[in-house]
């Protein structure tokens, strides 16, 4: 088969959980940075692809760019690196499993949180602004895209973030069932290109368009970003947790608990 069972890919994924709090501080910073990089990169081509398309194709401009923005986590899956939409899934099955403690969670969490923006600001200044991809003849759709983001109240940024994890975590897991490289490349692809088309907010993504339209000069303040991030960042982290992880862990008991419950 090419596939793992539900429960099995939970438990492969419970022991790289408990992998993560092994990694040293070093490894962590590195591997964090990498990964906000990732997928500021997938955001650069998305910027790229989208922006490029005449004014008049309306939506069919998003939805070529969300075509291409899954190659972050793609990338990120083969390639190694620590994500924090990722770990809200995989931290969090592994905490409700008794795997690990909850300071660990915690910890993991706040380290990949701060180095996934390191990641992502690193390359919306080298490479969004330095180098100009993000502006010039793109600064349009930067702008368009990091002002939308801006726009949503604190309770919408929350409600989108949950949308958007619960793709992300759902891509996440699905990659892990399956066994085979383009199983976990298109089950990658698709949730990570649905919740791109539907305008839904990942704190990681947002680490690098928000800083590429601040680079800009485009008049936000670095306090927009930073409420940006908290109210997206907690509704990613409801999503992940609350409405992938829990459900996973409820619905999927180990066998010796199932074998428990039937002589009980």
Not at 61 to 84: M, N, S
Not at 88 to 108: E, P, Q, S, Y
Not at 201 to 220: D, K, W
Request: charged share 10%; glycine share 10%.
């Amino acid at each position: 088969m090419n596939s793992y069972t539900t429960r099995e890919a939970m438990d492969l994924l419970i022991e790289k959980a408990k992998t993560k709090t092994k990694l040293s501080l070093a490894q962590l910073v590195i591997l964090g940075i990498n990964a906000g990089a990732l997928i500021a990169f997938g955001y650069l081509a998305f910027l790229r692809v989208s922006g490029a398309v005449p004014q008049q194709w309306g939506s069919v401009a998003t939805f070529l760019g969300a075509c291409v923005f899954p190659i972050g986590l793609i990338a990120l899956t083969f390639l190694g690196g620590e994500l924090l939409t990722g770990n809200m899934l995989v931290m969090t099955l592994a905490f409700l499993d008794h795997g690990i403690a909850l300071r660990d969670l915690v910890k993991n969490w706040l380290l990949v949180f701060l180095t996934n923006v390191v990641g992502g600001t690193l390359v919306a200044f080298f490479f969004g602004h330095f180098v100009g991809l993000s502006e010039g003849s793109f600064l349009a759709k930067t702008a368009a895209v990091a002002t939308a983001k801006l726009a949503d109240g604190p309770l919408m940024m929350v409600v989108s973030g949950i949308g958007c994890n619960i793709f992300v975590c759902m891509a996440v897991f699905m990659a892990t069932v399956s066994k085979d490289f383009l199983g976990k490349m298109f089950s990658l692809w698709f949730p990570i290109m649905i919740f791109v088309v539907c305008g839904f907010q990942h704190v990681v993504a947002n680490a690098f368009i928000l800083p590429a339209y601040y680079f800009a000069g485009g008049g936000i303040s670095l306090a927009q970003i930073g409420e940006n991030l908290l109210f997206v960042g907690l509704g990613n982290a409801i999503g992940g947790a609350l409405f992938v992880a829990f459900p996973l862990i409820l619905l999927n008991p180990r066998p010796q608990e199932v074998d428990h419950e039937n002589h009980v």
